[in-house]
């Protein structure tokens, strides 16, 4: 089933259950996929572009909620909470970090990367490998702690 069918039928859902919290998130996910696929660019979204999109919907509500947290602004922070818990549940199960380490260090030694050189590399395959179930940030961090 494509994301798209699944948050239709999940939309439905929370129309029906009246669940304010889902139905912001599923119709800003529901948003994002209609102007993904109206881009100009005429190509189909496959399943990395939609683990792509909603791994951007989360990023942008965390970005706000740090800010509301500290802007002390609590209500628009629970908001922001509640929508990134509902977007969430349409990602990949993501890797602890001690799994994301392990992975780090077999793709090192895959590609004989020995240097802050091979970064790009190890970071390439890092991030195919990883599907979006790690966070960008938190792999580079394991590569340059790997590398240096």
């Given at each position: 089933m494509s994301l798209e069918s699944k948050i239709m039928q999940d939309?439905?859902?929370?129309?029906?259950?009246?669940?304010?919290?889902s139905m912001r998130a599923i119709r800003?996910?529901?948003s994002a996929i209609l102007l993904r696929k109206t881009d100009g660019?005429?190509?189909?979204?496959?399943h990395e572009d939609e683990i792509k999109l909603l791994q951007k919907l989360v990023k942008?509500?965390?970005?706000?909620l740090e800010i509301y947290l500290k802007q002390k602004r609590e209500d628009l922070a629970k908001v922001e909470e509640e929508e990134?818990?509902?977007?969430?549940?349409?990602?990949p199960v993501a890797m602890t970090e001690e799994e994301a380490e392990a992975m780090v260090s077999?793709?090192?030694?895959?590609?004989?990367?020995?240097?802050?050189?091979?970064?790009?590399s190890v970071m390439s395959a890092a991030t195919s490998r990883a599907a979006g179930r790690v966070d960008?940030?938190?792999?580079?961090?394991?590569?340059?702690?790997k590398l240096s």
């Open positions: 939309l439905k859902e929370a129309m029906k259950s009246k669940d304010q919290a800003a996910i529901k660019s005429g190509k189909e979204i496959d942008s509500r965390k970005e706000s990134i818990n509902v977007i969430e549940r349409y990602l077999q793709i090192i030694s895959e590609t004989g990367a020995n240097s802050m050189k091979d970064m790009g960008g940030k938190l792999l580079a961090q394991l590569v340059r702690k």
